[in-house]
């Protein structure tokens, strides 16, 4: 089923009309990926066994067998160190939290809800990952190769970068600060 939208409205907003037809739907299982090549489907058969015991399960470029074929070394940095970025300020225990080859059970996406995401790009990726692991479900995460498109542009501009990193930022300092605020409460509690 192909879901026709007014106007461009972003990756995210695209991707929750998506997850919203398939949950009406009765979907049990609902996957992303780029369908321009760059996720092969042969991972899925992998990717939907180890979603048997977790919450979801990404395709991950960064975890011991995984890997990326075709990108320019400005493009593999870009990657990586939004990666480590978004490790340091959320600590979530993905290593790919920006990768877009994911399966979704449906009780997942129900159970952190779909309401008020925020970001328009490629932050979305990040956004989901933290609302799962905050809302207590687990992300697993299997190697792929990523492979470069070979038709067509990447989407992928400063503006969206820009978005992704500011958001990231804001949502680690909340989270740093409330760690902060949890450990001074205990300390003073004592």
Excluded: C
């Excluded at 972003?10 to 299982?29: K, M, T």
């Excluded at 395709?59 to 990326?68: I, L």
């Excluded at 300020?89 to 809800?113: H, Q, S």
Aim: hydrophobic share 40%; glycine share 16%; no cysteine.
């Amino acid at each position: 089923h192909v879901l026709h939208r007014k106007g461009k409205e972003g990756l995210g907003a695209a991707y929750i009309a998506g997850f919203r037809w398939g949950l009406a739907e009765g979907y049990q299982v609902l996957v992303e990926h780029d369908a321009d090549g760059s996720h092969k489907p042969e991972y899925l058969p992998t990717i939907l066994d180890r979603l048997k015991t977790a919450g979801a399960v990404k395709g991950s470029r960064y975890v011991k067998g995984g890997s990326t074929k075709g990108w320019p070394l400005q493009r593999e940095l870009l990657s990586r160190g939004g990666n480590l970025w978004t490790q340091l300020m959320l600590g979530l225990p993905v290593k790919d939290a920006t990768g877009g080859f994911v399966a979704w059970r449906a009780t997942t996406l129900e159970g952190m809800g779909l309401d008020g995401i925020e970001a328009a790009g490629y932050g979305f990726q990040v956004e989901m990952v933290r609302r799962a692991i905050r809302s207590g479900f687990t992300i697993a995460e299997v190697p792929i190769e990523f492979v470069e498109r070979e038709l067509g542009n990447s989407k992928m501009s400063g503006k969206i970068v820009v978005e992704a990193m500011l958001l990231t930022t804001r949502w680690g300092l909340a989270y740093r600060f409330g760690q902060l605020k949890g450990l001074f409460g205990r300390k003073g509690a004592s």
